[in-house]
T-cell receptor, first 111, second 114 residues
């Protein structure tokens, strides 16, 4: 099974809020990240949260972390067409230098 | 400052040929990573460099894959005798290598093996 799981698709109307969910399995996760990938581009870091936090807000982005349930979410307020992309959840673990990524959630914003 | 640069951006090769993919990390970043992204898949870790050393090569799919890094900077990923299943986007990332620094990604090389 995968260490980090995400739903594959999300469709949202322009102006609404988007919520992308992620679950992970390792309780030793230290940081959790959200990356955005636009077509033909690499991954762009959106935001990250340390595992002892439960919320982080950055402009239109809100990250919620439920460490007990190992659940991470990314909320995008007032979703715009430019938010259409693939969003990856990733975790880093104690004494591990690499990130483990989910399969990505493709977000489609419709007018 | 410049980000992570990868070349070529696209590569089409015939099955059985060797290919070299290049990554130029952000200046001063000591850690360098190669990941592979196949269609509809997440990112598969391939190899990690700290300076010129590769302490973990466990993600390389087969002995046809190798990578090196020279001068603590540029890295080359080589795939010998390419197969169709090697078709993917190969992403390079770098980080300052301190603590749990986020990874900074290049735009990737899209490899197509025909």
């Amino acid at each position: 099974g995968e260490d980090v799981e995400q739903s594959l698709f999300l469709s949202v109307r322009e102006g609404d809020s988007s919520v992308i969910n992620c679950t992970y399995t390792d309780s030793s996760s230290t940081y959790l990240y959200w990356y955005k990938q636009e077509p033909g581009a690499g991954l762009q870091l959106l935001t990250y949260i340390f595992s002892n936090m439960d919320m982080k807000q950055d402009q239109r982005l809100t990250v919620l972390l439920n460490k007990k349930d190992k659940h991470l979410s990314l909320r995008i307020a007032d979703t715009q067409t430019g938010d259409s992309a693939i969003y990856f959840c990733a975790e880093s673990r104690t004494n591990d230098y690499k990130l483990s990524f989910g399969a990505g959630t493709t977000v489609t914003v419709r007018a | 400052g410049a980000g992570v640069s990868q070349s070529p951006s696209n590569k089409v090769t015939e099955k059985g040929k060797d290919v070299e993919l290049r990554c130029d990390p952000i200046s001063g970043h000591t850690a360098l990573y190669w990941y592979r992204q196949s269609l509809g898949q997440g990112l598969e870790f391939l190899i990690y460099f700290q300076g010129n050393s590769a302490p973990d090569k466990s993600g390389l799919p087969s002995d046809r894959f190798s990578a090196e890094r020279t001068g603590g900077s540029v890295s080359t990923l080589t795939i010998q005798r390419t197969q169709q299943e090697d078709s993917a986007v190969y992403l390079c990332a770098s980080s300052p290598g301190q603590g749990y620094s986020p990874l900074h990604f290049g735009n990737g090389t899209r490899l197509t093996v025909t």
